[in-house]
C-alpha cells in the first residue's frame, strides 16, 4: 500500500486526479497523515514546506512555470502530461524510495530493506524474512515515530479498517516480528506503553 499526498490549490484538479490515480494503483490511498509519495501542483512553497517536513519522502513536482532541481527524491513532470506518464513515475518512486538508499529504514541497529522484505541486524550481520504485513507494521510506526500507535490505529492504517482483524491478531503479529527480528540481537525492535506500539529508533 503505498499513502499519496496531493498538494493542490484547485481542488476539483486534485479531486479528479485522485480519481484517475486510484483506478490504475488499486494499492493507493491518500491522506496528508505519514505520506510515501507526496505530489505538488506547480507550488513552490508547498514544496519547500513539504520537503522540510518530509525530509525522506519522494516529491512528485507536476511543473507549469515553476521548476525545481531533480534527484532520487525530487521529481519534475512539466505540464501538460499524459496519465500514463505520472503512473510511471509514481511506480518508479515508489520503487526508489524502497530500493535506494534513501528508501532504506536504518533505526537501533536495524536496517529494513522493504522491497526485499528483509531486515538486516547491523551488530550481528544476520538478515531476516519478513512478511508483507510485518513490513507495513515496521514502516508505519517508522512514520510514526516518535509517538506511540495504538491498536486501532494499526487496524485502520495497516489492515485498512479491516473488521474481521482483531486487536490479538494485531497482538500475535507483533509478537511474531519481535521473536523473529530480536533472536540474536540485543536491540529491541518494538517498545509497548499504554497498549500501544512504538518503534525502537532511539
Known amino acids: 500500500m ?39 501542483d506547480d507550488n513552490l512553497s508547498a514544496y519547500a514546506q513539504q520537503r522540510e517536513k518530509h525530509s525522506s519522502v519522494p516529491i512528485i513536482f507536476m511543473a507549469g512555470k515553476n521548476s525545481i532541481n531533480q534527484d532520487n527524491l ?68 517508522y512514520k510514526a515515530y516518535p509517538e506511540y500507535v495504538s491498536k486501532t490505529d494499526l487496524q485502520t492504517n495497516v489492515w485498512k479498517y479491516n473488521g474481521d482483524v482483531a486487536t490479538h491478531t494485531i497482538e500475535t503479529h507483533i509478537y511474531r516480528l519481535r521473536q523473529k527480528a530480536e533472536k540474536n540481537s540485543s536491540h529491541r525492535l518494538i517498545l509497548t506503553e499504554n497498549g500501544g506500539y512504538k518503534l525502537n529508533a532511539d
Open 2 to 40: 503505498v499513502n499519496i499526498m496531493l498538494c493542490s490549490d484547485n481542488t476539483d484538479f486534485a479531486d479528479d486526479l485522485q480519481n484517475q490515480i486510484s483506478r490504475f494503483v488499486t494499492k493507493a490511498s491518500f491522506s496528508a497523515e505519514l505520506p510515501d509519495i507526496i505530489i505538488i
Open 74 to 141: 525530487n521529481i519534475a513532470i512539466r505540464k501538460p502530461f499524459s496519465l500514463i506518464k505520472l503512473l510511471d513515475i509514481i511506480k518508479a518512486a515508489n520503487n526508489k524510495l524502497d530500493n535506494s538508499t534513501d528508501g532504506y529504514l536504518i533505526f537501533n541497529g536495524y536496517e529494513l530493506h522493504p522491497n526485499k522484505r528483509e531486515i538486516l541486524d547491523l551488530e550481528s550481520n544476520e538478515t531476516t524474512k519478513l512478511t508483507e504485513k510485518e513490513v507495513d507494521i515496521i514502516k508505519y510506526l
